[in-house]
């Protein structure tokens, strides 16, 4: 029994509940989508059956020869590139502005992870009022203001959405510099002085490298998070407009699967989102990482 | 490090850039005639009034939906303070079969993105077991919060040793020992797991959104975006309202992360970092 079960069987028993949820609701569906995505499958009422034949992959052709589709996944790289280098670039020069005795250091905090605790359908209602063609934002612009507006503009709505998550998700990158920071080591930063370097150097040879690990996980954290994106091209731009330049893939999911009815082809959107996701998070592994 | 010039003024213009759209949702929510104009920003007594407030609450019942946020956060928190405080300490203090596969299974889930089971949990939910409009069915897929039992993980892990070997030697089992010693030590981080967790259902759309069709059932995050895609275009100050409904929803959160900010510490988030 204890060769089975191990040293102390009663882990078992307390990790059992959080195991059966992770089985239930991850495990399970994950199969569950890729089985859906092989099959001709419609929704029925409860407790009739219907036939549903596998077909392979023509849900994966149907949907690779979607230009909606394909032009969600663009999006989606459109998205990155906004998003990325400016999470990056912002919340690290904002945590190293916080790692210092500042005054109202507690407020700045405060203030810089407030979007990321509140709902994105109560911020998104602020932004349509100051982004609006006839919000705060053009009033003061005047004729610098993008005709059409921001938000329905077909180049400008999708790096809207990427400024909107920016600054939504920055306070939580903001904390986790923070904590990359307490770990590099002060010494460094004394002998880069002895060197003679100044702040800005000391900041490129000792800081960037030495938060590596903490960029990593913001680069991956951020390209969820752009797998994810649904609420602000549906609530923002309502629902991926102007003609399909703001839709992301989940987006398409939801309209392709629960609105027109084809689950199918939204659980094959849903895989070869997780395909791409690995194989950008792979990449991004070789490149961030340092080498061996 | 020393203090530097620049370091104020970029957190002060950063701030402005933070705080600005929270200040403009409180002023946008108390005007009667909604100002886009620059000047608009500044609250105007003779438009300022609770009319939006009364307008949001007679079209989304605000008291129901505020309720159903609350049952669904509810039931999400107590799952994971229950069942990821159990697991957190297994998978740190623990030697069991499957602990590796499950520690595993643990960091895989956080990089699964959630939507792409949207389709198969939507199809398991609501045409399996039938759970459409209940907060069974609601609060099932965010029933225990991976990150939380990470975080419990991290803190059961700083424990020394020393202290379970003795409750062991004298004679306590495995439940005692977290009842009586692990728990009271661990406080911080169920206060700061609860912090993590809350947000997440409170602030949650897509999910509900997908699985309630009935206006009794939607949490407030729901309706208010119910409200602002369809019904904002026939109120006679659609913004004001929607502002109204914003605050509404945005205030818990706000009011619980600022009374407890303490608790929301970068070296919990953080344990993940260290490469």
Same mark, same amino acid.
């Given at each position: 029994m204890r060769r089975l079960s191990g040293r102390q069987p009663i882990g078992v028993l307390l990790s059992a509940p959080y195991a059966v949820f992770v089985a239930v609701v991850f495990a399970y569906p994950f199969g569950f989508a890729v089985w859906i995505s092989c099959h001709d499958y419609l929704f029925t009422a409860p407790g009739v059956s219907v036939p549903r034949p596998f077909v392979g992959l023509d849900n994966y052709a149907a949907v690779l020869a979607d230009p909606h589709v394909r032009r969600a996944f663009v999006n989606i790289g459109i998205f990155l590139a906004v998003n990325v280098p400016l999470t990056v670039a912002l919340s690290l020069l904002l945590a190293t502005a916080l790692n210092a005795a500042i005054p109202f250091r507690t407020f700045f905090r405060i203030s810089f992870y407030l979007p990321y605790v509140t709902a994105s359908v109560a911020v998104v209602g602020v932004w349509l009022f100051l982004f609006g063609s006839d919000g705060l934002v053009n009033r003061v612009l005047g004729d610098a203001a993008p005709d059409p507006s921001w938000l329905v503009n077909d180049v400008w709505a999708m790096p809207s959405i990427a400024v909107f998550v920016t600054w939504k998700q920055l306070g939580f990158f903001i904390l986790l510099y923070l904590a990359a920071l307490q770990n590099v080591p002060r010494e460094l930063y004394e002998s880069a002085a002895v060197d003679g370097a100044g702040r800005w150097r000391s900041f490129r040879a000792v800081t960037v490298p030495g938060v590596r690990p903490a960029t990593a996980l913001v680069t991956l954290l951020a390209l969820v998070t752009g797998a994810n994106l649904f609420t602000e091209p549906y609530l923002l731009t309502g629902g991926g407009g102007p003609s399909g330049r703001s839709a992301s893939p989940v987006l398409l999911m939801y309209q392709r699967g629960i609105e027109q009815g084809h689950p199918d082809l939204a659980a094959a959107i849903g895989v070869l989102l997780v395909a791409g996701v690995l194989l950008v998070a792979a990449a991004q592994r070789l490149l961030v990482r340092p080498p061996g | 490090m020393t203090r530097s010039w620049w370091r104020v003024p970029a957190l002060t213009a950063a701030a402005i850039v933070f705080l600005f759209p929270f200040y403009y949702m409180v002023v946008g929510s108390l005007q009667r005639r909604p100002d886009p104009s620059p000047a608009g920003a500044l609250p105007m007594p003779g438009n300022l009034g609770a009319g939006n407030y009364r307008e949001i609450d007679a079209a989304v019942q605000l008291g129901r939906s505020l309720l159903n946020s609350v049952v669904f956060t509810a039931g999400v928190v107590a799952g994971t303070l229950v069942f990821g405080v159990l697991a957190g300490y297994a998978l740190a203090r623990l030697r069991y079969r499957g602990r590796g596969a499950l520690f595993a299974a643990l960091l895989l889930v956080q990089v699964v993105p959630f939507q792409l089971l949207v389709i198969p949990l939507y199809v398991q939910v609501v045409r399996g077991y039938g759970l459409a409009d209940s907060y069974l069915?609601?609060? =099932?897929?965010?029933?225990?919060?991976?990150?939380?039992?990470?975080? +419990?993980? %991290? +803190? +059961? =892990?700083? *424990?020394?040793? $020393?202290?379970? $070997?003795?409750?062991?030697?004298? !004679?306590?089992? $495995?439940?005692?020992?977290?009842?009586?010693?692990? *728990?009271?030590?661990?406080?911080? /981080?169920?206060?700061? /797991?609860?912090?993590?967790?809350?947000? !997440?259902? #409170?602030?949650? +759309? =897509? #999910?509900?959104? *997908?699985?309630?069709? $009935? /206006?009794?059932? %939607?949490?407030?995050?729901?309706? *208010? /975006?119910?409200y602002l895609s369809t019904v904002a275009s026939a109120a006679t100050n659609p913004y004001g309202a929607v502002l109204a409904g914003a605050c509404v929803l945005a205030a818990p959160a706000v009011l619980l992360f600022v009374a407890f900010q303490r608790h929301f510490v970068s070296s919990d988030l953080g344990s993940g970092v260290k490469g």
């Open positions: - | 069915g609601m609060i =099932l897929p965010f029933a225990i919060n991976s990150v939380a039992v990470f975080v +419990f993980r %991290q +803190f +059961f =892990l700083q *424990l020394p040793a $020393e202290l379970f $070997e003795a409750a062991r030697i004298d !004679g306590a089992g $495995e439940l005692r020992v977290l009842r009586s010693i692990a *728990l009271p030590l661990v406080r911080p /981080a169920l206060l700061t /797991a609860t912090l993590v967790t809350f947000i !997440g259902p #409170w602030n949650e +759309f =897509l #999910w509900p959104f *997908l699985i309630t069709k $009935e /206006a009794d059932m %939607q949490p407030l995050a729901v309706s *208010l /975006a119910n």
